[in-house]
């Protein structure tokens, strides 16, 4: 699928210019950040769903794919590229279910059924 063309047609494109991007033929991956405070708690195989920042309805469902194997600064999300926030994060990939209720790109809150 194309998200983005860089180039207009009749451009001379060169190997080290994009000419765009491209979301893989694989299962739609929300990347998110787990707070430290519940860090340890996250396995593979457990059961997430998506919903919209502040709402309570869910717009996807999916399993955790990936947890990553050490707690890092929280960059994922900032907002700001001088965030001075002193927060601690681990990055996980949850694989949707049915990802076509999400647009690519939103910013969500995922929740992760963790007992």
Not at 1 to 20: C, F, H, K
Not at 25 to 44: G, H, K, N, Q, W
Not at 70 to 80: A, F, G, I, N, Q
Request: with cysteine; aromatic share 4%.
């Amino acid at each position: 699928q194309v998200l983005a063309l860089d180039v207009a047609p009749g451009s001379v494109v060169t190997p080290e210019v994009p000419i765009g991007e491209f979301a893989p033929r694989s299962p739609t991956v929300a990347r998110c950040e787990i707070d430290e405070l519940f860090a340890d708690l996250v396995e593979t195989g457990q059961h997430a769903y998506l919903r919209r920042q502040g709402m309570v309805d869910t717009m996807a469902t999916g399993t955790v794919t990936f947890v990553g194997p050490y707690l890092r600064r929280k960059s994922l999300l900032s907002d700001e590229v001088g965030d001075l926030e002193d927060r601690r994060v681990r990055e996980i990939h949850i694989a949707l279910e049915d990802p076509s209720g999400v647009l690519i790109g939103t910013r969500v809150e995922c929740v992760v059924s963790v007992r």
